[in-house]
């Protein structure tokens, strides 16, 4: 391991101590680390529709924040700012997460575009319910998920809602050994802020496998 | 919008009620929704690797669950089990979010494989730090940023650390106009449980912009 200076001693160029190695020639590479701010966009970010209820009207809102957060039970984080959305969370305790395919790309961008205050979005898609009673699903979207508010944290300027997951609904069609096949769903996803959409391209490799080679690499400890 | 029945009367048959006209047609095409559980993997779910400080040892962990919580200040969450990475993040507070190109599949996935508990993991990267002393990143990644924790979550299995973007580190080679661009950084995905990694596709369409079309179909609210 190559530490920087700064982990060392506290150098005034940091993200640039690391390369004292011949740091002139990687910055004439352009392989300097730069700071670039602290507006990062995780890409890419897997693009979801969130259901709710206003009332007894079913809306809907596209959402690019959206994670696993607990193994068992299954439980899903979203991350909505002060919209109807967020609102009818709130009152409700209750939300759906809908993954769209990329032939939902127009249908998913304009959710994310309208306010449920102003629109009624629920013409848009075909609903069914599952188990709960206001996180409406959408039959369109391959894979969906009604979900039921276990904890929410206030942030600065957004909300994250944790639920757990009561149901998740397919179509044997999008099935591989009775998951969804990624293959088959073909979720897109969003990068930000070049805004643009993107597919799932081809594999790249196997999980829990493909490092297996390096484990010998690695010292183990005391 | 079609309503299913359950929404209406309290079905029995949950998740197939909306399909009232032609219920048995679109069983036959297998298009009929099932429940699949609660056990659902958002796919896809980008990879990244999480850097930490075990006392003065930099240690990094794969992780798939991480998502963007908040606009102003950038705040960033990554959902991690009773692991030594969760350890050393309520220790010292601070945490790095690592993203991985696909060239670095082996690396990646070994860090998810061992823990630092047991291995010496530092080795496999060259390791940079900016602003934060116990937030290791790696300069072999394209993206990297340090987060300091402000709020943390227990979960029944997991703990969500939610952290605040202290700096992001990139290189001028893998930006676009200032940010980072995902053709350049070549980020990977991974899909559970068939465990696979995905890259990026090819662009499928602008965000604020493809759904323009669809807006005149829906009705504003009075």
């Given at each position: 391991m190559v530490i920087s200076r700064r982990r060392r001693g506290g150098s005034s160029r940091p993200g640039k101590a690391?390369?004292?190695e011949g740091v002139k020639a990687k910055e004439e590479a352009g392989m300097e680390k730069v700071n670039i701010g602290t507006n990062p966009f995780l890409?890419?970010?897997?693009?979801v529709i969130?259901?709710?209820?206003?009332?007894e009207r079913p809306?809907?809102?596209?959402?690019?924040?959206?994670?696993?957060?607990?193994?068992?039970p299954a439980i899903m984080s979203v991350a909505i700012g002060r919209h109807a959305t967020a609102e009818a969370i709130l009152k409700t305790g209750e939300f759906s997460i809908n993954i769209p395919s990329v032939d939902l790309v127009p249908q998913t961008d304009?959710?994310?575009?309208?306010s449920g205050?102003?629109?009624?979005?629920?013409?848009?898609?075909?609903?069914?319910?599952?188990?709960?009673?206001?996180?409406?699903?959408i039959r369109q979207c391959p894979v969906t998920m009604e979900c039921k508010v276990i904890r929410d944290v206030e942030l600065p300027m957004d909300r994250l809602f944790i639920g757990e997951v009561k149901g998740v609904w397919s179509?044997?069609?999008?099935?591989?050994?009775g998951s969804p096949d990624i293959e088959k769903v073909r979720p897109f996803c969003l990068t930000m802020p070049d805004n643009r959409y993107w597919?799932?391209?081809?594999?790249?490799?196997?999980?829990?496998?493909?490092?297996?080679g390096l484990k010998d690499r690695l010292p183990r400890l005391p």
């Open positions: 690391w390369s004292l890409l890419p970010m897997p693009m969130v259901g709710t209820c206003i009332g809306n809907f809102m596209a959402v690019g924040w959206a994670s696993r957060v607990n193994v068992r304009i959710v994310g575009m309208v205050s102003e629109f009624d979005k629920s013409g848009l898609f075909e609903v069914f319910f599952g188990s709960l009673g206001k996180a409406p699903m179509e044997e069609r999008f099935l591989s050994g597919s799932v391209g081809p594999a790249v490799g196997r999980a829990w496998h493909d490092g297996i």
